[in-house]
């Protein structure tokens, strides 16, 4: 799995957020919708994986989110 801290994930959860936001104000609220639909069509699978292969809980929800928003480790300092 990956080696990212829950707090970078939060950092790429609100720059999504952020960027949701501006793209339905400055385009179309559909346009944001689109790319916070992106992110759930990543998460969703992930956190499925996790329950099938045995491993749910809250934990699972962790790893998700982390595999979710890990991205933004290469963007922090």
């Known amino acids: 799995m ?7 994930a ?3 959860l609100a720059i999504t957020v952020v960027v949701c ?3 339905g104000v400055v385009g179309t609220p559909e346009a944001g919708a689109v790319v916070g639909a992106v992110f759930a069509a ?3 699978p992930a956190l499925g994986f996790d329950f099938l ?3 749910g809980g809250p ?3 962790l790893r998700a989110y982390k595999a979710t928003f890990w991205w933004a480790d ?3 300092p």
């Open 10 to 12: 939060h950092l790429g």
């Open 59 to 61: 934990a699972a929800f």
């Open 74 to 76: 290469r963007i922090s």
């Open 53 to 55: 292969t045995g491993r």
């Open 21 to 23: 936001v501006v793209i």
């Open 2 to 8: 990956f080696a990212v801290d829950t707090e970078v």
């Open 42 to 44: 990543w998460f969703l």
